[in-house]
């Protein structure tokens, strides 16, 4: 099998199966990231991806390329795996990328070949791509597609795409579910993993549904914050006891700071976007309160740091722990951290930053900010310290230990991470949206 794009999905994707016994060649524009790949480094953060890599390229059975017409000949079955990012100055999806790798990938489909629709896609592209595939390639309608949506998540990706909670499978014909099941059978038949076949459309809105679904959960608990934050109650209490009732859950269910990354956030406004060309956008209009109340927390973020400092930012010393959009990853894609970081410097605070994983992202993206080495170094004379990403070792900080070298004993806890108790008694004012 191929795998066109090796970004995050595309990477993970081509290891774990090769590491599942499939010859692989993972295909690429990007001759650098490809290089890298080769060599044997993963060019993000991802925990467990690195070791497998290895063992995949030690195994013989992954390859990279920058070259279609190898990829063309080389595979049965093809995985697109590229990305699709909010298009500028528009909440639509940028189909640039899937619509030029399917492209470049058709011309050179001469046999029966199957081609697997990975990436995010507002519905109604998978129709399209098959319409463009079957034009394209010299073997025309020999060649199919399926869609094959990804639910991993950074941080677990390995996890998730070896055990994952359910496989859905688009297809029209048969033979495409057969060659998908041949696939996936190292998954299926070690976990037990439910797999749905289902027609293109469906397959595509599942994913949008379940990013969607996951957006509206998180901003529902954050509503419910700022409505805490009116009234003196305790939205981390009244997330504990709405998480009781199973038919709610926990998960997802945590406010704070609120969504970010290269998922959630552009898919809910691509899934408006398509849903009102298609004349149904009353049905997924809430989504945009959706996008509104998880911007608001950035906002509502600063202003909590400036009420702790005294009512003014300007000359204010802010320790910023953390820049990714979660922890264990080194994304920066919209990430909520680094955006009330800038909002703080805009207000006028002097703002150093420190993330475990991502400092090489953040400096690239973000030259006008300040760094420091360590969550110490950050926190040197610090007026306030506020945390935006939950790392573990943010989480495990000893309160006493870095009340040594603050100027002042004041932490905003943009996460609900931190041990209130703990930073209380050894003299810290601790603040958290939604927390009297
Ligand atoms: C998400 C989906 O979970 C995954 O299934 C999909 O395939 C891709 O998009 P990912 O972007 O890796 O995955 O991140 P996720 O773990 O879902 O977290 C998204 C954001 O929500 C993070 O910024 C996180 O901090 C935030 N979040 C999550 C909350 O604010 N509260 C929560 O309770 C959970």
């Known amino acids: 099998m191929t795998v066109i794009g090796t970004g995050y999905l595309g990477a ?3 290891i774990c199966m090769a590491v599942l016994g499939f010859e692989v060649l993972g295909v690429d524009v990007d001759p650098a990231k490809v290089a890298r790949l080769a060599a044997g480094e ?3 953060f991802e925990p467990g991806l690195p070791e497998l890599l290895r063992k995949a390229l030690d195994s013989g059975r992954l390859r990279f390329t920058t070259d279609f017409a190898e990829a063309g000949e080389f ?8 990305g699709t990012p909010q298009a500028p100055g528009s909440d639509a999806a940028d189909l640039t990328y899937v619509r030029a790798a399917t492209t470049a990938l058709a011309r050179n ?5 199957l081609v697997v629709g990975k990436s995010t896609v507002p519905v109604g592209t998978a129709a399209e791509l098959t319409e463009l595939v079957q034009r394209t390639a010299p073997a025309g309608t020999a060649v199919e597609l399926a869609w094959n949506p990804e639910f991993l998540r950074e ?3 390995v996890d998730d795409t070896m055990n994952p909670d359910r496989l859905v499978f688009g297809v029209s014909p048969e033979w495409a579910e057969q060659r998908l099941r041949a696939c996936f059978a190292p998954v299926v038949d070690d976990h037990g993993t439910p797999v ?3 027609d293109l459309p469906t397959a595509e809105l599942v994913k949008v549904a379940a990013n969607s679904f996951l957006a509206t959960k998180i901003s529902y608990i954050n509503a419910m914050a700022e409505v805490c934050e009116r009234t003196g109650a305790d939205v981390t209490k009244l997330a504990e006891a709405l998480a009781h009732d199973s038919r709610i859950g926990g998960r997802f269910l945590k406010p704070g700071l609120g969504f970010g990354g290269g998922c959630l956030p552009k898919d809910i406004r691509a899934f408006k976007a398509r849903a009102e060309e298609l004349g149904v956008g009353q049905a997924v209009a809430f989504l945009h309160e959706i996008d509104a ?3 608001r927390r950035r906002a509502r973020t600063v202003d909590l740091v400036r009420e702790v400092a005294g009512g003014d930012l300007r000359g204010v010393r802010v320790a910023a722990w953390g820049a990714a959009f979660k922890p264990d990853s080194d994304d920066i894609r919209d990430a909520p951290a680094l955006d009330v970081a800038v909002l703080l410097q805009e207000a006028g605070a002097l703002v150093t930053v420190y993330d475990p994983e991502a400092m090489v992202n953040a400096r690239r993206s973000y030259p006008q900010l300040a760094y420091a080495d360590s969550a110490l170094e950050a926190a040197r004379d610090a007026d306030v310290v506020v945390l935006l990403t939950e790392w573990r070792q943010f989480r495990e900080v000893d309160p006493e230990v870095l009340g040594e070298v603050v100027a002042h004993r004041r932490v905003v806890d943009g996460r609900h991470a931190l041990d209130r108790t703990a930073w209380r008694a050894a003299g810290w004012e601790h603040r958290a949206l939604g927390r009297p």
């Open 293 to 295: 109340i998880n911007k």
């Open 155 to 157: 941080g677990f990706a």
């Open 196 to 198: 749905l076949v289902v």
């Open 42 to 44: 993963v060019p993000f």
């Open 109 to 113: 489909l001469r046999r029966r070949a």
């Open 75 to 82: 595979g049965d079955v093809h995985f697109l795996c590229v």
């Open 12 to 14: 993970t994707h081509a």
